[in-house]
């Protein structure tokens, strides 16, 4: 399990790179305190980086409000198709502490 100081950190800093394989040069995840939930933003390699992205998951597009960064990390993997292991370790690499910790171990 990680901290909740961890998870406050991540909320501090608001979003963090997602660098997930064949979507790693623009994509972000983290915390959306106006809407009190986790999110993503993804651009496959291939995209205009000043386009939307290919696939946002918030509450601004219907997804549920979610805490849990496991879950976010399935949501992820549903939505773009890679393996839940790679996304889990691709938010793993910049989540704070013990949170980064709690995301590997679930990716073994």
Known sequence: ???????DQL????RVALYLPGWERYSIWGWDGREGSLFAQ????????DAEP????TTLTGWPAVREPEV????VSSATGCRLPDVLLAMA?????????HLRE???
Request: glycine share 8%.
């Open 1 to 7: 399990m990680y901290a909740a100081a961890d998870l």
């Open 11 to 14: 909320r501090a800093w608001g």
């Open 42 to 49: 993804l651009w496959r390699n291939t995209d205009d980086r």
């Open 54 to 57: 290919s696939i946002w998951i």
């Open 72 to 75: 976010l990390a399935e949501w």
């Open 93 to 101: 690499a910049h989540a704070p502490g013990s949170l980064s910790g």
């Open 106 to 108: 679930l990716a073994v």
